[in-house]
Structure formats: structure tokens, C-alpha cells
């Protein structure tokens, strides 16, 4: 089954895309991590990547920021290709969380979230504007160690956000929440899709995965085995292959 998107509409008019990647490969040695993956993500639209274990999800993602190099494939966003420099996608309006929280240990909340704005022309006044977006203000000047694992995922999104992405990548951000916590989660990824931001969201959980996103992609040993809507996707007998005997919801 393919996975390009068919275009989303709103008010009759179809969205552009933001995230295209076509005909991506990446290789380890003799590992095919990722062959021939093809998936867009457009304006306003979110997008899970789901698949069992060692899939290439997170492979996927670091083609895309730059940290690992296609054997073959392109991958542009709003139609230009990505600079290879990682460095430089913040520029290009992309952000990414990672699947730790990949926090600075040492640092306050406020510093946490304002490293995701620098050179900006305020990052102050931004980071304050996300911190009480996202009801972290009361601990902005908390060492972010000191705060209870929901509000540390929470400080990593914030540091995500406070940047405005145009397109943002999502790498298991429901891991290690409670379902308040994971409802709340879902509420903040579809408001944030709701301003146009693209969001591409890898995670396990699949009953999240499928409540909250617009289309889904199903990767299996690098491969895409399945895309859709989340009802389509559900009712893939090759997805359920893949998913067989592992746990689908954690
Ligand atoms: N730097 C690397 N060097 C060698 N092999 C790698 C490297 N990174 C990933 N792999 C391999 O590539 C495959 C895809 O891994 P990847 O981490 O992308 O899967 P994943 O779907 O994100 O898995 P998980 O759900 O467990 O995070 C796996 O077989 C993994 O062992």
C-alpha cells in the first residue's frame, strides 16, 4: 500500500505539504533500517508513525534532522530540501522532541525552554509566553530535575514550541504518562496542529496514536506496510501481523 497522503482539505481547499519524503533509504552496514519509505505530512495535519520495535521510526526521524545519511530518497520541507547541517533546522522552522526527555539536567525550566530560542530577537518574552501556555510558569526557575516526570515531558515540549515550528516531530511523547496526563498531551498536539503546524508523532501507544492523529503510518522492518486513517489502519490485516504477539498499548 502506498503511503502518499491524498490531500487534506479544509474549506474545499487542499492543504499543502509541509514534510515530503520520497522513495527514503538508510542503511547500517548490512541493515536496511529504512528502504524505500515514502510519506507526507501537511500543513495542519498530524500524522502518526507507529510500528513494532526497531522499525526505523526513530531512523526516520534522524533523516530528517540531519543526523543520519540517506542511502537514497529526498526529503524536503514546504518544497525545498533540507540542509544537511542539523544544526540549521530551527531556521527551516522544524523541532523535534526526543524519545528521553533530553533535558539539561543543571538547568532551571525557564533556561530549558529558552535554549530551544536562541538567536531569536526576545527569546524571553517567548519563553514566557510558552511557559504560561503550558502552566510551567509556577516553575520556571525550578531546577527542571527537581519537577515530576509529567512536567519534565512537558518542559521538553515547551522547549519544542517556544521556537513556533512550522513543522514538528514528536518521538513517543506519551511514554512514561499517566492517561490525565496523556488526554492533556493529545489536547496540546491538536491545538498545536490546529495553528498549521505539520506534527509527525511516533509513538507506542497506539489508542493514543489513533484518537489523535489525522492519518497513520505503519513501518515494519523499514518498510511502510500500511497508511491511512486511523480506522483504515486499524482494520489493516498486515498491521496486525506486525503487531502480533507484542503488546500495542502500553
Ligand atoms: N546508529 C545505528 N547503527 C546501527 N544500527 C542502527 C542504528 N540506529 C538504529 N539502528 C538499527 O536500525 C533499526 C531501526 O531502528 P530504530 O531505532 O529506527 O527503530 P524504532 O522503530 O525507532 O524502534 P523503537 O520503537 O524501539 O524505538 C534497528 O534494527 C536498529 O537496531
Known amino acids: 500500500m502506498s503511503a502518499q497522503m491524498t490531500p487534506v482539505r479544509t474549506g474545499g481547499e487542499p492543504r499543502s505539504p509541509r514534510l515530503s519524503i520520497h522513495g527514503l533509504s538508510v542503511r547500517f552496514g548490512g541493515l536496511s533500517a529504512l528502504d524505500d519509505v515514502s510519506l507526507e505530512v501537511r500543513e495542519g495535519e498530524v500524522v502518526g508513525l507507529i510500528g513494532p520495535n526497531g522499525a526505523g521510526k526513530t531512523t526516520l526521524f534522524n533523516a530528517v534532522c540531519g543526523l543520519v545519511r540517506p542511502s537514497a530518497g529526498t526529503i524536503t520541507v514546504d518544497g525545498v530540501p533540507l540542509p544537511p547541517d542539523p544544526t540549521r533546522l530551527s531556521a527551516r522552522g522544524v523541532a523535534r522532541t526526543l524519545q528521553g526527555l533530553g533535558l539539561f539536567r543543571g538547568l532551571t525550566v525557564r533556561e530549558n525552554v529558552l535554549a530551544g530560542r536562541l538567536g531569536a530577537h526576545d527569546p524571553g518574552t517567548d519563553a514566557q509566553r510558552q511557559l504560561d501556555a503550558l502552566d510551567l510558569a509556577g516553575h520556571a526557575d525550578r531546577p527542571v530535575g527537581d519537577l515530576p516526570y509529567p512536567e519534565q515531558k512537558k518542559v521538553a515540549l515547551a522547549r519544542a514550541l517556544v521556537a513556533q515550528p512550522s513543522l514538528l516531530l514528536l518521538d513517543e511523547p506519551a511514554g512514561g504518562l499517566g492517561s490525565e496526563d496523556i488526554a492533556a498531551l493529545g489536547d496540546l498536539i491538536r491545538r498545536t496542529a490546529a495553528t498549521g503546524c505539520a ?52
Not at 492523529?213 to 498486515?238: H, M, N, Q, Y
Open 199 to 250: 506534527v509527525l508523532l511516533v509513538e507506542h501507544h497506539v489508542d493514543f496514536v489513533m484518537s489523535v492523529c489525522d492519518r497513520v503510518v505503519v513501518l515494519d522492518f523499514g518498510r511502510v506496510i500500511a497508511s491511512g486513517t486511523p480506522d483504515e489502519v486499524a482494520g489493516d490485516p498486515a498491521v496486525d501481523e506486525a503487531y502480533l504477539g507484542i503488546e500495542v498499548s502500553r
